[in-house]
């Protein structure tokens, strides 16, 4: 089902349509300049049109959340904090007022370390409490904010030090609750709503990228684009390897000589001196020898040798059996990938599935602009 979902947004996103949305939110000349200064303060140099450029764009981003990734508005991760709580972060960050402090002494006096572990029990294997159980996590623990809401809005190793009683960890994520309600109290209405619509967009904004295929991050994956990639013709893998040759090319062999030590006082004195160590001493693996990748595989002493560069000249390594290897690499021979391997379509094919996405992207951001005359 979900993949079916995808096909018909990347058709959808194909068309002359565009999903239009909500009205986005028009940020006033003070909320832009309370983030602006927040920029400058932590060293990031960006115009005040710059930033309200940025803002606009990451709106475009919030709508397409609250379209197509409607998950991401509650948790981007399911290892991470929820995306609430990065939120509240982020308001505290911006409006950097002074810290309350009281949620520290309130936790400690009204919840114990073995107090904790008793409500929340040993740490599920599924890493959250069943429902049931979370819905009898009632106590308060500020104004507005229960152990259930704490629970729910920590990230999964947070979590974990909940079960072990970790009263400083439930502190940590009341404080940052207590001093966000505190931070949106003191502005107007049109203020607490405007902040409310940069920060979530903010929070999220690189996420929907992720999503889209337009931006890549540790571990990130995106059905959108492998759809993409999917549609990528062989006539555009060919097109793009032969622009692009270099990008393809690989260590094919290397010309070594490497040599086998029981001690490494042995390997560091025929370095010095070969005429000084009995041939009974040593044993020649490869004697300016071509050895090509294909020899590699499972042996340790070659792989060695096509990991070194001809500049290190002669280097002492250990093996994994504490045996020493003498090795001197003295070149190097590159070959290029066929343009009908699956390395290179999987390369080729990638790429010019993020081109598509990217193309796509810009142009769907710039009919939203239009549609919204912004």
């Given amino acids: ?3 079916i979902l995808l096909i018909l947004f990347v058709l959808s996103s194909l ?3 565009v999903y239009a949305g909500a009205a986005p939110t028009v940020f006033s000349r003070d909320v832009i300049n309370v983030v602006h200064r927040f920029y400058m303060e932590n060293d990031f ?6 930033l309200a450029e940025q803002l606009i764009e990451e709106q475009y981003l919030l709508d397409l959340a609250r379209k197509d990734y409607p998950y ?13 709580y990065h939120q509240m972060r982020y308001v505290n960050d911006l409006l950097s007022s002074d810290d309350l402090g009281n949620s520290r002494k309130s936790l400690k006096s009204m919840i114990t370390i073995d107090g904790l572990k008793k409500r929340l029990g040993p740490y599920p294997v ?3 409490l069943p429902s049931h159980t ?3 996590l009632s106590d308060t623990l500020v104004p507005g904010y229960r152990l259930k809401d704490a629970y729910l809005d920590a990230s999964m190793q947070a979590r974990y030090k909940l079960h072990l009683g970790d009263v400083e960890q439930l502190t940590q994520l009341a404080r940052v609750f207590e001093q966000y309600q505190y931070n949106m109290a003191r502005l107007s209405e049109e203020a607490r709503v405007q902040l409310e619509a940069l920060t979530l967009a903010k929070v999220i904004a690189t996420q929907v990228k992720t999503e889209l295929g337009v931006v890549e ?3 990130s994956h995106s059905d959108v684009l492998k759809i993409y990639q999917e549609q990528v013709s062989q006539q555009e893998i060919a097109h793009y390897y032969n ?8 260590l094919a062999s290397v010309r070594a000589t490497i040599v086998e030590f029981n001690e490494r006082k042995l390997a560091e004195k025929y370095r010095q001196d070969k005429s000084r160590i009995s041939s009974k001493e040593f044993k020649k693996v490869a004697n300016d020898q071509l050895i090509e990748r294909k020899q590699i595989s499972n042996h340790f002493a070659l792989q060695a040798a096509f990991n070194l560069s001809p500049k290190r000249g002669e280097v002492i390594i250990r093996t994994p059996k504490s045996r020493w290897l003498l090795i001197s690499v003295h070149e190097q021979n590159r070959a290029y990938y066929p343009e009908n391997s699956e390395t290179v379509r999987y390369i080729a094919s990638k790429v010019i599935a993020k081109t598509m996405a990217k193309q796509m992207y810009y142009r769907n951001f710039a009919t939203w602009r239009e549609l919204h005359k912004l």
């Fill in 72 to 84: 991401l508005l509650i948790r981007q991760s399911d290892v991470g904090f929820s995306t609430k």
């Fill in 134 to 136: 979370l819905q009898a």
């Fill in 217 to 219: 991050t540790l571990h």
């Fill in 1 to 3: 089902m979900r993949v």
């Fill in 243 to 250: 622009k692009n040759k270099s990008d393809f090319k690989y």
């Fill in 15 to 17: 068309s002359t349509h």
């Fill in 126 to 128: 599924t890493g959250t």
């Fill in 45 to 50: 140099e960006i115009t005040r049109n710059e």
